[in-house]
């Protein structure tokens, strides 16, 4: 039962050993060899689901994590996930062989390169194998974090991190609007486990929140998966090592957004309003990524465009066949699952032939040294075998046989031809355009991916433009592209095995309600006859070639458009927009003097503490239950507010750090007096460290002088003291009197049978309340780390300021 | 700072710093059943370290302790996460601790929990991150 889990986390648990392994061998041997095989082993395990899952069979493991709050490590392995589970460690495993040829073992960082990696695949599979929607979301930034670190691998351009930067800002918006999302769907189902809500259906169906979870959901997978108008970070994060945008930005991460939404299909789908965002945002994004691909002269600005509209067509695909959960469709429902499946077909063939693609294009990069179209050509007769891999990849993207994408594209057009004959969703309009959208995108891939390889490896060698002579890669580099488009073609000849294990499964996951009720069977074969899939092919192809031949002549169109406007120019003006507003906000209030901030931080407490406790009737006093007043603790009390009195009417420095460290020892007193020894203990070590922490500062300190200052300064001051001290005050007293809840002494009572422990102080600490424990020094030695950071820093800043006098 | 030049307090120090880390020691072993604990203990482990830093100046303490307190501060952390994942290794909640009594030869019936590893994650951090702050602050010239 634990296996799984430990299959799951172990990339994560791996990347620890990462720097001792670069520090150890990376002289002789390149740290890439060591990873190789964690991908291979989770591809191991993984596939030994396949006949269990294949036989229709789902399997919930739940190791549990924070069982009071009901949040648990609960792995839910179905079709879906295994098959982003296989496509993950899959692609996982030939990138990094792949990256071993690629990323050099003297120049790189390496280490840096295989945690970000490593830890990228543990989220990715824990992002796909969660079923808590908590755990799912934590995966999830987690991914958008080491894509993050990913892109901005090469930090020293500043390219790569402004792209870094761009899709974090973007991912993360959408990430937390999904949070969003999956809260009030928490709210709506009162459970956090996806299982558990799409048991809730018609719950969640009726409910006002029903239409905000979902466009806030939608955005999260929007955003993750690039669609329009949130595709923009997807160009910029080329800026990454190739073998990152083979990996991440196009097989495994961008695909969370296109798991999420088939993950929640069963949840959301069905109405109008989900049919029309996923697949009216799909076909949109088709179309633009494939129209803008055209226009790039860099090859893998080109890839990650069309990356960008393949992931639009998978999506629109998704859109459709949620139509098959729509309670009208009467008998027809196989004919628009139908959409569901050759999305997942698609997605699963997207990631071979656009990884082949991507590998090829480092490839070119590699052994050339430039990937600007303008500038290659002819290199077919040097890299031979790397023409033959991009032949595949195109073919296969552009839908022509004999290659895999064929047949999903293929499914593709039949389904928006069957969409169009929908008899609800105001199809009756919208039916026509929506197959002139597919096959007009589709035209458009055709021509770039016609460019991709013709302008590439074709034409005249531009031989001396070039900074290294071309040459074929080593076997090494080629065998990673070379088993891809080997699948490629396998999956072309064999798709009803693939179907059968993996895709045939993942479908009924996406479509369980259906799966039970009707059947959801499919034979895939190339050839169906002649039908409207078929023409549009071969409309396709027509219009490709003559797009592409007469290319050159309508190129200039894009220069109609203003650059101004471009999604691109909106983000960086917005961005530029906000810093300055934000700058100019922050800096009416951030004074640098720290009596301002501490008259915010009081007043504020003031304000919302006092004034809650007073319009809410909080404050109530009870002395019964009190004790009588004894002669000690008068003293005490009178020894300490004369020490308040010398603190605020010392002569000198010294002599306030004494009266306040003597405050603090009186407070030591009553905790002793009390009869609580730990605190006593706790607040006289503290007393101790800080008033020599104040000895030590106190040298750097500018001379202590009184202030001279205005009536009103003194008047806010006096009133921000006496205020917070009563609220404070109150607060505590009435706190004592009130009980709101259960008393859980009866925890501490029993400390001794629960926690083998008889100081309940320390039995809180470290075992009744450890996870506060935990993150508590977690927090004390971030603040470590920031004061020595804070210190250290400024010394260096100085030391430099100095040195250019 | 100025290296202070006193002979009784150099004296005194030197075998009150003993006593202090003894004491230390103690407070943090005697933790799980008298007061003390490893924040305290940790604490009072500073102390005595301050009070070298106050007699022999910051230079010569860490000439003699070199040890990098980001460091120790940052094990803590690791330590105090990684008894809480022993807990899920058994199949039980994140965090959770367990304690047994075992029969060792010379201390005769001890009891043994592991929360008292996770204390000693605790100590660690509170040990690492005041010396990173106190050397920081107090080196800064």
Redesign the interface.
Known sequence: ??SFHLAISLPLFYAILVPFLYKKFNQRIHTGWFILFVPLLVFGYLLSYIPSIAAGKTISLT??????YNINLTAYIDGLSLTFGLIITGIGFLVILYSIYYMSKKKEALHNFYIYMLLFMGAMLGLVFADNIFVLYVFWEITSISSFLLIAYWFEREQSRSGAQKSLLITIFGGLSMLAGFILLSLITGTYSIREMISNLGLIQAHPYFIPAMILILLGAFTKSAQFPFSIWLPDAMEAPTPISAYLHSATMVKAGIYLVARLTVIFGGVATWFWLVAGVGLITLLYGSFNAIRQTDLKALLAYSTISQLGLIMSLLGLGSAALHFGVANKEEVYALAIFAAIFHLVNHSTFKGCLFMVVGIIDHEIGTRDIRRLGGLMHFMPVSFLLALTGSFAMAGLPPFNGFLSKEMFFSTVWQAAQLPFFHMQTWGNILVAVAWLASTFTFVYCMIILFKTFTGKQKGPKLKKKAHEAPFGMLLSPLILAGLVILIFFFPNALSQYLLQPAWEAVLPTLAESASLQIEISPWHGVNPALLLTIGVVLGGTLLYKTLPKWRRIYRFYPQVLTLNNIYAAGLEKMEKYSLSITKRYMTAFVRDYLVYIFGFTILVVGGAALFLNGLSFDFSGDSAINLYELAFLIAMIICALIVLFAESRLTSIVAVGTLGFFVVFFFALFRA??LA??QL??E??TT??F???I??LPKFKKEISSVGFKAVNAVISVGIGLVVTMVALSANSNRLYESISHFYENANEL?????I???I???FR??D??LE??V??M???G??AL??LR?AGRNENEGTK | MKEPNDVILRTVSKVAVVIILTFAINLFISGHHQPGGGFIGGLAFVAAIVLLFLVYGIEKVRKNIPVDFKKVAGTGVLIAVFTGVGGMINGKPFLYQVFGHVNLPFFGETEMATAVLFDVGVALAVIGTSMTIIMSIGDDR
């Open positions: 039962m634990f190791l549990p994590w924070i069982p009071s020894p730990d203990l706790t070590v503290v101790t460290v020599v922490l000895l030590l500062c040298y750097h926690a083998g422990a008889n100081n102080v320390n039995a600490l470290v075992d450890g996870f424990t935990m020094i977690l004390l030695s603040a470590g780390l004061v020595y210190i250290k010394l």
